[in-house]
């Protein structure tokens, strides 16, 4: 089942902080811990907001090459209407190592951990701060290591929202195109090229300009050469679409792919989309959106992501986000559109009641019963992967476009 939803004609609703501030300040709302923790390949650290809230996950992201957790992720946690969802959930980011902010040279010789040996030290950082599982955040590099580490610890990894994630080896022709621009190009210009689009390149001269910026000035370059050939060694994952009978290696949670559609990255998220099981993923792709979508389109991926943690069962009475309201406000044909959207981002509609015991529960925690439906109720009419639909042809995943 494929859906096609057209955008309401808004403006992007504009964060709490200007970008060049936000990719490197996050509001001071929460408790923080900061640590270097030590796993099975070495040290990472690590920065922990908010206490984790009983048996719920906490909120687990890992960033792209050429970036941090500050730099990938804050434009997104500043932003007014993540607040609502941090409230509900600790946050775990996570540094690869040597990229953090004023991190040493590594001494000579050193070996740098693999794509795989940096998703074995996630275990070790959740029993670090107590944490039984994880909703995944990663972006490229980051959503490959977050991957692996769901194949590897399924009962670790609730859920995954993997940005621009590649889940193929770096091919001979990459290869051999990496190493001649290499001898052609500065590492930052590489590593930009990875990142953002070539429309995005062009046009987005001050995005660009802040993040090459940051790249040539905060990063340690030594460092980051280390995670760039770490990424490019890395294996495919090997992952197929489940088929009835066949014994497949494939995500076991719900997974939302997105990609922004002029992001480098769309045919590798779109082949992807097409070894994953159907039924517990959705294809998000974002309209006049480049490479980060979590920088240029914040409010529409923090929508995106609380109908997906909603489908999963937790935060059943939130509220809308401010972009809903906006486009509730415009017109009750965008409302219809928004209710189909709600339920366009899982599938998971049964296991959103039967795993917290909410629905017709939910309404009742709220005084606006019909918004609470679009939030819960619907969900649970989308069943078009369902097993019950028997005589409806062979399951396909969810694409969204907004």
Same mark, same amino acid.
């Given at each position: 089942m494929s859906m096609e939803l057209q955008d309401a004609h808004l403006a992007e609703v504009k ?77 775990? /980011? ?28 996630? #275990? ?29 610890n399924p009962e670790m990894v609730e859920g995954l929202v993997l940005i621009n994630v590649n ?20 590492? #930052? ?15 987005? /001269? ?57 992001? #480098? ?103 606006d019963g019909s918004r609470n439906r679009a939030h819960t109720d619907t969900r649970a009419e ?21």
């Open positions: 964060p709490l902080v200007e970008k060049d501030e936000a990719i490197t300040r996050l509001l001071p709302d929460f408790d923080v811990q900061e640590q270097d923790v030590e796993t099975l390949h070495g040290s990472v650290h690590v920065t922990m907001y908010g206490t984790p809230k009983g048996n719920r996950p906490a909120i687990l992201t890992y960033h792209d090459i050429g970036l941090n957790h500050k730099t990938c992720f804050n434009p997104l946690f500043n932003f007014e209407d993540m607040q609502e969802i941090t409230q509900h959930f600790a946050v775990c /980011h996570v540094d690869a190592p040597g990229q953090q902010d004023g991190a040493a040279s590594f001494p000579a010789g050193y070996m740098y951990p693999s794509m795989d040996q940096l998703a074995e030290m996630l #275990p070790g950082i959740l029993k670090q701060f107590g944490l039984k599982s994880v909703i995944g955040m990663g972006t490229g590099a980051g959503a490959y290591i977050l991957t692996r580490f769901a194949l590897n889940p193929c080896a770096e091919g001979w022709m990459d290869w051999a195109a990496t190493k001649i621009s290499g001898w052609a190009h500065a590492l #930052p210009d590489m590593v930009i090229s990875h990142l953002f689009g070539k429309e995005e390149i062009h046009n987005s /001269h001050d995005l660009i300009h802040t993040y090459r910026q940051h790249i040539v000035n905060d990063m340690n370059q030594t460092n980051l050469h280390l995670f760039v050939n770490s990424y490019n060694s890395r294996r495919d994952l090997e992952i197929e679409r489940p088929i009835p009978g066949a014994n497949v290696v494939t995500l076991q949670c719900p997974s939302l792919l997105v990609v922004g559609d002029s992001s #480098p990255a769309v045919d590798a998220v779109v082949e992807c989309n097409s070894k994953l099981d159907p039924t517990k993923t959705t294809l998000l792709k974002m309209a006049d959106c480049g490479g980060l979508p979590q920088v240029s389109q914040p409010a529409k991926l923090a929508e995106a992501f609380k109908y997906f943690v909603q489908g999963m069962g937790y935060m059943p009475s939130a509220s809308m986000t401010r972009l809903m309201r906006s486009r509730t406000a415009s017109g009750s044909s965008v409302t219809s559109l928004e209710g189909q959207r709600s339920r366009s981002h899982t599938g998971e509609g049964t296991r959103s009641r039967s795993h917290t015991g909410e629905g017709d529960r939910s309404r009742s925690h709220t005084g989308l069943t078009p992967n369902s097993a019950g639909n028997a005589e409806q042809p062979a399951p396909k995943s969810m694409e969204v476009s907004c």
